[in-house]
């Protein structure tokens, strides 16, 4: 398969950490750290992606399952893919409780949470459960469609009247400010959608990237974006008053498009459409590698066991919207951001001591 379905998952995960909990917690650490954090994360970024394309070039076709039945005892294994799916899962359904709770308040918030939750679940789990190949053409459709609107909506925040680039500037003399783990893990998930390779490495005989500086480039301009453009709309201490900065940030640019006057209008579609690829992208990966470690359920010779697990996804997660309040749900996500670069680091570890396994076999 062609390389550019490596771009597209790059730059899906860079568009998904533009409105959910990403610039908020970046904007709460804005006087702790943000800005060098958002500096740091290029660099770092950078070379995880670069040395894991690289480790997993050495295991051309093999996606991890395959690559850990190969080369490592069944109880890591089954361990390992176990934990790593929890993880995809939990990706993906921050990010579906976030726009759920977004569509409720800011588009109907008459409409009943379990038809929204349910509504966005049947596409999801159609999606997730398809073949891996069909998940990467469907991705690619989506962000054909909206990325150009996307980039509209960008433009006109930058190009806004009242952007108040003083308040910009006070955000920027807090630079010398040493940011903590979390904050620096926060800003590195705009360039983690490369492991979503963990799977679909299935497809590729190499994955080193010879456009790694433009990948870099794009995260930094995504960042930035995703941090400077509320506190230019809303002043530098204005900010902190929102739970979806980007929401209130759109909600303040007008436009003059058709019956559309309000940029948050399009925004809210947009977002929704990115965000329900990038959850069916993390359930899939999900479920693939909690797949590989449990038994086959056949019915009629199918194995039904992808949609039974994506069935469980479902329930826990209508669970989470009906019953769990929003605050253990944004405190679900700073554990998961936090996890985050330990998370990549240890894969990172992995591949290099599978190589050096490889190696020595042969």
């Known amino acids: 398969m ?12 860079m568009l998904t950490n533009i409105v959910a909990y990403v610039p908020k917690m970046l904007l709460e650490q804005r006087t702790s750290g ?45 361990t390992y893919l176990a934990a790593q799916g929890i993880l995809w899962f939990i990706a993906g359904l921050i990010t579906l409780l976030a726009f759920t709770s977004i569509s409720k308040q800011f588009i109907n918030p008459d ?5 929204i939750i349910s509504s966005f679940l049947a596409l999801i789990i159609f999606g997730a459960v398809m073949d891996s190949k069909k998940v990467l053409f469907a991705t690619e459709i989506i962000l054909l469609v909206n990325l ?15 952007m108040m680039w003083e308040s910009i500037q006070i955000a920027v003399s807090y630079f010398s400010e040493i940011p903590n783990i979390q904050t ?65 940030t759109t909600d303040a640019i007008r ?34 590698q909690i797949k590989s470690v449990v038994p086959k359920f056949e019915i009629k010779k199918k194995n039904i066991m992808p949609l039974l697990i994506a069935s469980i996804f479902s329930i826990i997660a209508i669970f989470f919207q009906l019953f769990v309040e929003e605050i ?35």
Do not use: C
């Not at 609107?149 to 190009?159: C, E, M, P």
């Not at 800003?187 to 790694?212: H, P, Q, T």
């Open 2 to 13: 062609s390389k550019r379905y490596i771009y597209m998952m790059l730059i899906l995960n």
């Open 34 to 78: 943000s800005i060098l954090a958002i500096l740091l994360a290029v660099p770092v970024g950078m070379i995880i992606i670069y040395l894991y394309t690289k480790y997993l070039s050495e295991f051309p076709y093999m996606g991890l399952p395959e690559i850990l039945e190969k080369y490592t005892s069944k109880w890591f294994r089954i």
């Open 111 to 115: 409409m009943n949470e379990l038809l």
């Open 148 to 162: 150009p609107l996307i980039a509209f909506v960008i433009y006109k925040s930058y190009t806004n009247e009242y």
């Open 184 to 248: 620096l893990s926060t800003a590195l998930f705009v360039y983690s959608g490369y492991a979503n390779l963990v799977i679909f490495n299935r497809y590729f005989k190499d994955v080193k990237l010879k456009y790694l500086w433009l990948v870099g480039l794009l995260g930094l301009i995504t960042l930035a974006t995703t941090y400077f453009i509320p506190i230019g709309l809303h002043g530098f201490d204005g900010v902190a008053s929102f739970t979806y900065p980007w929401i209130a």
């Open 255 to 288: 436009i003059e498009l058709w019956i559309i006057e309000r940029v948050s209008i399009l925004f809210l579609g947009l977002y929704i459409n990115v965000s329900i690829a990038s959850v069916i992208l993390h359930w899939h990966v999900a479920l693939e």
């Open 328 to 362: 253990f749900v944004s405190n679900l996500a700073k554990l998961w951001l936090l996890l985050l670069l330990p998370a990549q680091i240890i894969g990172l570890l992995l591949l290099k001591w599978i190589l050096k396994r490889k190696e020595s076999q042969s």
